[in-house]
């Protein structure tokens, strides 16, 4: 059974930084990934990230966060930096295993409130 485990969320100001945590177990995964939803907004794309290491970035987040995943651990990393106030959101990691490259398994989401 495919688990996703995220931690690292909490409350920070305009300006700070905070690193998110996902553990993934039950297989073996393709792309790892983030994805956010603030308050009465679609969820979109945060960052990306194959199994190769390559990486997708969401051009408001580019230059501010890095995604990263050591692959031993079936975890992946998301380092914000610079936070501003429209980072506010539920953060969701996301996941696709080897065995079907088509469907998405989310952790249960963290929050993340920077307040300006």
């Known amino acids: 059974q495919v688990q996703l485990v995220e931690s690292g969320g909490g409350l920070v100001q305009t300006g700070g930084s905070l690193t998110l945590s996902c553990t993934a177990s039950?297989?073996?995964?393709?792309?790892m990934g983030w994805f956010r939803r603030a308050p009465e907004k679609q969820r979109e794309l945060v960052a990306l990230?194959?199994?190769?290491?390559?990486?997708e970035y969401a051009d408001t987040v580019t230059g501010r966060f890095t995604i990263s995943r050591d692959n031993t651990k079936n975890t992946v990393y998301l380092q914000m930096s610079s936070l501003k106030p429209e980072d506010t959101a539920i953060y969701y990691c996301?996941?696709?295993?080897?065995?079907?490259?088509?469907?998405?398994?989310w952790g249960q989401g963290t929050q993340v409130t920077v307040s300006s």
């Open positions: 990230t194959t199994r190769g290491g390559s990486a």
């Open positions: 996301n996941a696709r295993t080897i065995f079907n490259d088509r469907y998405d398994y």
């Open positions: 039950g297989s073996l995964f393709t792309t």
